[in-house]
């Protein structure tokens, strides 16, 4: 059975103040990694899909790196409107089109 | 360019009573997805359909039927709604099956009493 377990559940950081997300994942052959932003009241929101260890993307303070077993989420510099619940998911090679969500860090940036 | 459009945004049901939820996209995508938000169980496939006229069972389809008429729709139905059935419902769509990202709606609160 795939899993995901996302730490910690919730972070609070001074703005400036840079920090990492943690995606632990299960998989019967990984097909994709992908991670999601939701804001409070709003659907999930794409970020990034990684596909193989050691692959890296960044998005203007955000940078995802994968692992064999885990992805890391860095966030650099971060501003209150980074505030939001990040989601990880994953799509194993046996799974079809279904995604394993994890249940999100919430992510939390004071001025 | 709407993206994926999810109504109602809010109900309140009794037990018992049913329900249809409505996603529209407008990217012309093939996939489609009904999904359920609950705390400490993180977003769960309930049905998902791989283009007009199909569907098919998720992780979690007891209880909810889809339907799948035209390419651009797809509609979540609760025949006899029940508590445990109280969530967040959400709507995505996706290009490919494989490694392509969903779009999601901004979700209906249903709470069922």
């Known amino acids: 059975e795939d899993q995901v377990t996302q730490s910690p559940e919730a972070l609070r950081l001074q703005e400036g103040e840079s920090s990492s997300l943690n995606c632990s994942y299960t998989?019967?052959?990984?097909?994709?990694l992908f991670w999601y932003r939701q804001d409070p009241g709003k659907g999930p929101e794409f970020l990034f899909t990684l596909y193989s260890a050691g692959e890296e993307k960044e998005k203007e303070r955000l940078k995802a790196t994968l692992t064999k077993k885990e992805s890391f989420l860095h966030i650099t510099a971060p501003k209150p409107e980074d505030s939001a619940t990040y989601l990880c998911?994953?799509?194993?090679?046996?799974?079809?089109?279904?995604?394993?969500f994890g249940e999100g860090t919430q992510l939390t940036v004071n001025p | 360019n709407a993206g994926v459009t999810q109504t109602p945004k809010f109900r309140v049901l009794k037990t018992g009573q049913s329900m249809t939820l409505l996603c529209a996209q407008d990217?012309?995508?093939?996939?489609m997805y009904w999904y359920r938000q609950d705390p400490g169980m993180g977003l769960r496939l309930i049905h998902y359909s791989v283009g007009e006229g199909t569907t098919a069972k998720g992780e979690v389809p007891d209880g909810y039927n889809v339907s799948r008429l035209k390419k651009q729709n797809f509609l979540l139905g609760l025949e006899s709604a029940a508590p445990s059935q109280t969530s967040v419902y959400f709507c995505?769509?996706?290009?490919?099956?494989?490694?392509?990202?969903?779009?999601f709606g901004n979700g209906t609160r249903l709470t069922v009493t």
């Open positions: 995505a769509s996706s290009y490919r099956v494989v490694n392509s990202p969903l779009h």
């Open positions: 998989v019967s052959g990984l097909r994709g």
């Open positions: 990217m012309n995508h093939e996939y």
């Open positions: 998911a994953v799509q194993a090679e046996t799974s079809g089109s279904r995604l394993t």
